[in-house]
């Protein structure tokens, strides 16, 4: 008796066309092909609002699911299996049926400047007055201006090499990046200065890669547990559940840092006026098993300090267009 040889599954892998989104895509279809060398795993590039509207200022477009929607889509509808975002984007309520599957390793999830060429002999503080820097995150806007209110400050889109030119050609004259993301692009060597977190609490989930996939899709789960980190899992489950519990978009000035020492993590957040003249900061310490409910705690304690107060006036000020 002839036995049929059943041809190995095709499992198709969606992301985001930009330079950076592939880059980490490949490292994920790269790991996975590793691990299940059986199994096929086929990339499938789409084109998300974000990548769409480069001339608004990300606030105003006033979408949380700006770079992920269009992936999230395409999972619904069975075009694509699983979407590997940087989970920053990634918004921290999903839609109905979908889950976040596996988080992968962290990279230095730290904010960078990176400066035109005359600052060389420069650091943020000693920045002269007047100085422009480019920056696309209210979370660094509002930060930077409460530690600098001496500099000034430009809204900056497009991928990294556009901002890159800019910067270059003198529009600005430094940027605040991430550290993973120019590093992933093999632009480490254009970084001036690691922010400490005193000055810039980094965003939600920062560094790491966020991979979304459908809930009743068992034997994809399955696989993808095969790359998630469990302590950066553990850290971000924490960011991301402070955020969720106050109700805060992409585009909200939240910061936070996560440290896990044995099964010890702690965790500090910050929430802060666009103006840097209102915040309220704390940091909580709890088991890592308890990552969701640390997270939960924070904000409740960040609420008592007036967060709420200052995240209904951005809101106010975002949908007044200002």
Aim: charged fraction near 25%.
């Amino acid at each position: 008796m002839t036995s049929v040889i059943s041809p190995p599954r095709t499992i198709r892998i969606g992301t985001r066309k930009s330079q950076l989104a592939l880059v980490q895509t490949y490292w994920v279809q790269e790991q996975l092909q590793k691990n299940f060398p059986g199994i096929s795993f086929e990339v499938h590039t789409m084109s998300t609002q974000g990548d769409k509207i480069l001339d608004v200022a990300l606030a105003k477009i006033g979408d949380k699911g700006l770079f992920t929607k269009e992936l999230e889509l395409g999972m619904i509808n069975q075009e694509i299996d699983f979407a590997v975002h940087s989970l920053k984007d990634l918004p921290t309520r999903l839609p109905e049926g979908l889950v976040l599957a596996a988080i992968t390793e962290r990279e230095n999830p730290a904010d960078a400047m990176v400066v035109h060429e005359k600052h060389k002999d420069k650091q943020i503080d000693t920045l002269p007055e007047g100085a422009v820097i480019g920056t696309s995150s209210l979370r660094r806007l509002a930060q930077l201006r409460h530690h600098f209110p001496h500099l000034q400050f430009k809204d900056v889109r497009g991928n990294l090499n556009t901002r890159m030119a800019k910067l270059d050609a003198g529009e600005y004259d430094a940027l605040i990046l991430a550290v993973a993301g120019l590093e992933r692009l093999e632009m480490g060597s254009r970084i001036h200065q690691v922010l400490p977190k005193e000055i810039s609490l980094h965003a939600v989930g920062q560094g790491a890669l966020g991979i979304e996939c459908r809930a009743d899709d068992t034997e994809v789960i399955s696989i993808l547990k095969a790359i998630e980190h469990p302590h950066t899992r553990d850290r971000c489950l924490a960011e991301r559940s402070f955020l969720r519990e106050l109700e805060g978009g992409c585009q909200v000035p939240i910061g936070v840092n996560t440290e896990l020492n044995d099964n010890s993590l702690t965790l500090t957040g910050i929430v802060i006026s666009v103006d840097g003249q209102k915040l309220a900061k704390d940091t909580v310490t709890g088991v890592a098993s308890s990552a969701e409910q640390l997270g939960s705690y924070l904000a409740q304690r960040l609420r008592q300090q007036g967060a709420q107060e200052i995240l209904d006036e951005i809101f106010t000020q975002i949908q007044r267009g200002s």
